[in-house]
């Protein structure tokens, strides 16, 4: 009876440390701080969106967020923290769309392979931007105009950055021409735009806020129509044969972090954008809070790469 006893107690000794040990391997460890890499400037939106999600992150969890700032070398300074981070979900980097297009320009890092995904965070729409003093009400009058005035266009654009590749590719499929104006930021560019030195823009749509009354959106690039600005049609309403551009925000840990963990971070995460807090808040922002799988996000950066690689190798962005 004795040895019966004895062996059960063991059986049970293992299975309770089969457990422990599948738990630690499903769920981060929420009694050490999660650091997020951002690899922007504090201060913008995509930092002020990762300090909304890092807050309420904290107040579901109870594990303390730092917000790690580290811009610089085209993403490569915020890339190199996360790649030599240990994989075991406790940090992050968080990525933006700018960062495929940086990708396919200079080919300095690979997203899918040297990260884990853990999913989407939010997104806002692109738009196709033009000063409110200019003539074009439309899409057309636009392109009309281009093509009436060979390599008279000029557009802003951070070079090599999703509204350059966007821009690029939109001119392209319609034969037309035009030359970038190379700024640090889509502020810069529509500022000039604002002031009539360039004839257009494509931008994030959030910039109509605080350019009110001074630039003027003749499409928006996404699937559906935004309610920031919910008269202007979207380009597959006009027929245009282009890509989506959605300047979305998501999260990612390094390559190797077990996919159990991967897994119950994407629960909590989405978990943590439902709330009215984040979505209230991202909304005063310009941006939809929108969770999703990490294949999801995977998929979608291979997308864009897919189409971006291509009109970066031919412009010859890697070499500038």
Same mark, same amino acid.
């Given at each position: 009876?004795?040895?019966?006893?004895?062996?059960?107690?063991?059986? #049970?000794?293992?299975?309770?440390? !089969?457990?422990?040990?599948?738990?630690?391997?499903?769920?981060?460890?929420?009694?050490?701080?999660?650091?997020?890499?951002?690899?922007?400037?504090?201060?913008? *939106? !995509?930092? /002020?969106? *990762?300090?909304?999600?890092?807050?309420?992150?904290?107040?579901?969890?109870?594990?303390?967020?730092?917000?790690?700032?580290?811009?610089?070398?085209?993403?490569?300074?915020?890339?190199?923290?996360?790649?030599?981070?240990?994989?075991?979900? /406790? &940090?992050?980097?968080?990525?933006?769309?700018?960062?495929? !297009?940086? #990708?396919?320009?200079? #080919?300095?890092?690979?997203?899918?392979?040297?990260?884990?995904?853990?999913?989407?965070?939010?997104? &806002?729409?692109?738009?196709?931007? *033009?000063?409110?003093?200019?003539?074009?009400? @439309? *899409?057309?009058?636009?392109?009309?105009?281009?093509?009436?005035?060979?390599? $008279?266009?000029?557009?802003?654009?951070?070079?090599?950055?999703?509204?350059?590749?966007?821009?690029? /590719?939109?001119?392209?499929? #319609?034969?037309? &021409?035009?030359?970038?104006?190379?700024?640090?930021?889509?502020?810069?560019?529509? &500022?000039?735009?604002?002031?009539?030195?360039?004839?257009?823009?494509?931008?994030?749509?959030?910039?109509?806020?605080?350019?009110?009354?001074?630039?003027?959106?003749?499409?928006?690039?996404?699937?559906?129509?935004?309610?920031?600005?919910?008269?202007?049609?979207?380009? $597959?309403?006009? =027929?245009?044969?282009?890509?989506?551009?959605?300047?979305? =925000? =998501?999260?990612?840990?390094?390559?190797?972090?077990?996919?159990?963990?991967?897994?119950?971070?994407?629960?909590?995460?989405?978990?943590?954008? $439902?709330?009215?807090?984040?979505?209230?808040?991202?909304?005063?922002?310009?941006?939809?809070? $929108?969770?999703?799988?990490?294949?999801?996000?995977?998929?979608?950066?291979?997308?864009?790469?897919?189409?971006? !690689?291509?009109?970066?190798?031919?412009?010859?962005?890697?070499? @500038?």
């Amino acid at each position: 009876m004795s040895f019966i006893n004895d062996r059960r107690r063991v059986l #049970q000794a293992g299975a309770a440390l !089969a457990a422990s040990t599948a738990l630690s391997a499903r769920a981060q460890d929420l009694s050490r701080p999660l650091r997020i890499i951002v690899p922007l400037p504090a201060g913008g *939106v !995509a930092d /002020n969106s *990762v300090r909304i999600f890092a807050e309420q992150w904290t107040a579901q969890t109870k594990q303390a967020v730092t917000v790690d700032n580290r811009p610089g070398g085209s993403y490569m300074i915020g890339m190199q923290q996360i790649i030599a981070a240990p994989a075991d979900g /406790n &940090t992050w980097i968080h990525l933006n769309s700018e960062m495929t !297009a940086a #990708q396919a320009t200079f #080919q300095r890092y690979d997203l899918n392979r040297q990260l884990a995904m853990i999913g989407l965070g939010g997104s &806002t729409p692109g738009a196709i931007f *033009v000063s409110e003093s200019s003539p074009w009400r @439309s *899409v057309k009058e636009l392109t009309d105009w281009i093509r009436a005035n060979p390599n $008279k266009l000029s557009y802003g654009a951070v070079v090599g950055g999703a509204g350059h590749l966007h821009a690029a /590719n939109f001119l392209r499929k #319609q034969n037309l &021409t035009g030359t970038v104006i190379a700024f640090k930021g889509g502020p810069e560019s529509m &500022t000039a735009l604002a002031q009539g030195e360039l004839q257009m823009c494509i931008s994030a749509l959030p910039l109509i806020i605080p350019f009110k009354g001074k630039v003027r959106v003749l499409a928006v690039m996404t699937d559906q129509r935004s309610a920031l600005a919910p008269d202007v049609p979207t380009y $597959k309403e006009l =027929g245009l044969d282009l890509p989506q551009l959605d300047y979305w =925000g =998501g999260f990612a840990v390094p390559a190797g972090t077990p996919a159990a963990t991967v897994a119950s971070i994407n629960r909590t995460m989405n978990d943590v954008l $439902k709330h009215s807090n984040v979505t209230s808040k991202y909304m005063a922002q310009g941006m939809v809070a $929108k969770g999703s799988s990490s294949e999801a996000l995977t998929k979608m950066i291979a997308d864009d790469l897919r189409w971006m !690689a291509p009109y970066a190798n031919e412009l010859n962005l890697r070499a @500038s």
